[in-house]
């Protein structure tokens, strides 16, 4: 186990703060004229905020959290996890909109227990003033965040739609689906409305009760590892595609709970 407390209040007012320093240097190189944009291995585009926000966040971890360990997409992981509480970041989910001018993205942070449950999370959207955040059995809440003040606090709940024809879906693309494509094309045709949205505001959008399900076939831990634990909190449910609890399963499915089995059935 790490040597450290565990107590999620204070561990949720550190993610806050770490989304205050993320946010500050993000905004800073929003649409900046010299924004420097490079290509991963993967062929993804990475920003020099991306490693702004990254490598500022680490440092702040490692002064307050020196037990614990931190998995980012920009600069890895460690070797080993194991016994470890851990911090997953990523410092701007939503890239290719962020370079392009795009105002849906945000910095996901996550903190999971040696068990690797998620146990608080924090999504921090600068560009449309929103954030976002959670910890286990401590409720799921939102604001707004803007130049001109900050809105009211308010609890986060998931709808109660509990048929697929009356279903709102999000989602980002049709890249990646495989051999399921075909069926979730299909399924589009059967329920009352589907929008791209995209990234974390498809499943932020599911823990306010705005839309009802949201899904992405290929994720990585740090895509969904703050949005998990957000969901959960909000009464929803958070899975891969196969119906696999939690973000460790390689894509996504966030859901108000009574569409959960019922959306799986049908892309399967």
């Known amino acids: 186990m790490s040597l450290r407390a565990h107590d999620l209040k204070s561990d949720l007012v550190l993610a806050i703060r ?12 929003y649409q900046a004229l010299d ?25 702040e971890i490692s002064k307050v959290r020196a037990d614990d360990l931190v998995v980012g997409e920009e600069f890895g992981s460690p070797d080993s996890l194991a016994g470890k509480y851990y911090w997953v970041i990523d410092p701007i989910d939503g890239t290719k909109n962020y370079l392009r001018g795009v105002p849906t ?11 690797g449950e998620v146990v608080v999370g924090v999504v921090s959207a600068p ?40 279903a709102s879906i999000s989602y980002s693309d049709l890249v990646g689906w495989g051999s399921r494509k075909d069926k979730f094309v299909a399924l589009q045709e059967k329920v009352w409305r589907t929008r791209g949205h995209g990234d974390f505001w498809s499943h932020m959008l599911v823990a306010e009760g705005a839309v009802d399900i ?16 957000i969901v959960r909190e909000a009464g929803g449910k958070f899975t891969n595609l196969d119906g696999k609890d939690g ?13 959960h089995d019922a959306f799986i059935g049908e892309i399967k």
Request: glycine share 6%.
């Open 105 to 115: 993205w945000a910095t996901l942070i996550g903190l999971i227990d040696p068990t």
């Open 214 to 229: 949201a899904v992405e076939p290929s994720l990585s831990l740090w895509d969904m590892a703050a949005l998990d634990v």
């Open 247 to 259: 973000p460790h399963g390689a894509s996504a499915i966030s859901s108000n709970g009574l569409l």
């Open 35 to 59: 924004l420097v944009v490079e290509t991963k291995p993967d062929l993804s585009p990475v920003t020099d905020a991306d490693k702004a926000v990254e490598s500022a966040i680490r440092n």
């Open 18 to 29: 770490l989304a205050d320093i993320a946010d500050e240097i993000s905004l800073k190189r």
């Open 127 to 166: 560009a449309l003033a929103r954030r976002w955040w959670a910890a286990k059995d401590l409720g799921a809440k939102t604001q707004f965040k803007s130049g001109v003040g900050i809105g009211e606090i308010s609890e986060l709940k998931v709808s109660k739609v509990s048929k697929l024809n009356d």
